[in-house]
C-alpha cells in the first residue's frame, strides 16, 4: 500500500512532469473508482482545465486544477499512475486515462480495483482532510505532541500509530521498521512508554520516513512511480517480512506476529514485549539490504 513515501514520491514526480499541462477530457473506465461527485460530473469536471500543482496530505494525492477544484486519489492497495509515454500503455487493470493536452496520457491503473478518487472545490477538500493528523515533518508534530497526544492511553502502540488522526502517513511496512529502529515491542501499551522511548519513537518516524522518501519508496509487490519503476527502500528494510532472517541488531531471528489484527514483523530480543531495554547496540540508521536474499 502506497503510504506517506510512496505518495511523496508519486507527488513530486507529477510536479516535474504534468504540472502546467492541460487535461483535454477525461475517460472514466471503472465507475467504482470515483467516490464523489457523480461519475458524469466527474468526468466533465476534468475537461478543459490545466495542472496547477500536486501535494500531498496523509495518504492522499492531491492535484489541483486550474478550475479552482482539486482530483484527489486515494492509491489504496495497488493504486499506480503512469504517464504514457514514456511508460508503455497498460492494456489492463485501467480505471481512468486522463488526456493532455500534449499528446500524453495519465492512466491511473489498480489490479485491486481498492484506488479511490474524488473531485472536491475547496470546502470539500478542506472538510475531507480536516480529521487528519499532524505530518510527520511538520513543526507541530513534535515529542511533546506524540505523547500527550497518546502517551496515557493503554491501547497497544501500533494501532495508535496506524491511526491516521494521530499523524498521517503511516502505514504498516513503515510502523514496523519504526517501531524496530525505537526498540519498542508493537504490543506495549502507549502509556508504559518512557520519555526516552518517547524520544526515540519521534526520531525513528522521522528517520525512517525520510529514508524512505530518499530512496523513492517501497517496492514489496505493486508500487511503481510515474515512470514505472519500482522503489528502492525495499532493500533497506530490515524486519518488514523479514520472517526467520537474521535481526541486523542482535543476530537473533525476526518473527512475525498479529498485532491489532495486522501481520507484524520485529525482534523480540531488541523489543521487548515488557518493555526491558533490548539490544542497547541497534544501530539508528537505516542500513542497505541491496544484494541480499
Not at 502506497?2 to 504534468?18: H, R
Not at 464523489?36 to 469536471?45: A, C, K, Q
Not at 512475525?256 to 531495554?277: M, N
Request: glycine share 12%; with cysteine; proline share 6%.
Amino acid at each position: 500500500m502506497p503510504e506517506l513515501p510512496e505518495v511523496e514520491t508519486i507527488k513530486n514526480d507529477l510536479g516535474g512532469l504534468v504540472v502546467g499541462a492541460g487535461i483535454e477530457r477525461a475517460e472514466l473506465r471503472d465507475e467504482r473508482l470515483v467516490e464523489e461527485p457523480s461519475p458524469e460530473d466527474f468526468v466533465r469536471g476534468l475537461g478543459g482545465v490545466r495542472i496547477t500543482g500536486a501535494r500531498r496530505r496523509a495518504k492522499h494525492l492531491v492535484v489541483e486544477l486550474s478550475s479552482g477544484e482539486a482530483l484527489v486519489f486515494q492509491l489504496k492497495i495497488g493504486g499506480q499512475l503512469l504517464l504514457v509515454p514514456p511508460v508503455e500503455e497498460p492494456t489492463r487493470n485501467v480505471m481512468l486515462v486522463l488526456y493532455l493536452d500534449d499528446g500524453r496520457r495519465l492512466f491511473l491503473r489498480d489490479q485491486t480495483e481498492f484506488s479511490r478518487a474524488r473531485l472536491l472545490g475547496p470546502e470539500g477538500l478542506e472538510d475531507r482532510l480536516a480529521g487528519l493528523g499532524p505530518e510527520p515533518f511538520s513543526d507541530e508534530f513534535t515529542v511533546g505532541y506524540l505523547r500527550e497526544r497518546i502517551g496515557a492511553r493503554r491501547a497497544q502502540i501500533k494501532p495508535l500509530l496506524l491511526d491516521q488522526k494521530v499523524v498521517a502517513g503511516i502505514g504498516n511496512i513503515y510502523v514496523d521498521e519504526i517501531l524496530f529502529d525505537a526498540r519498542i515491542h508493537p504490543r506495549r501499551g502507549a502509556s508504559t512508554l518512557s520519555a526516552e522511548e518517547w524520544a526515540r519513537l519521534h526520531a525513528a518516524i522521522r528517520r525512517n520516513l525520510a529514508a524512505g522518501i530518499e530512496h523513492r519508496g517501497t517496492t514489496v509487490r505493486l508500487y511503481r512511480d510515474v515512470l514505472g519503476r519500482p522503489g528502492e527502500h525495499q532493500n533497506h528494510l530490515r524486519v518488514f517480512e523479514r520472517e526467520g532472517e537474521e535481526c541486523p541488531g542482535c543476530g537473533g531471528r525476526v518473527v512475525r506476529e498479529r498485532v491489532g489484527g495486522r501481520g507484524t514483523y520485529l525482534c523480540p530480543v531488541c523489543q521487548p514485549e515488557d518493555g526491558g531495554k533490548g539490544d542497547q547496540s541497534l544501530p539508528l540508521e537505516v542500513e542497505s539490504r541491496e544484494g541480499e536474499g
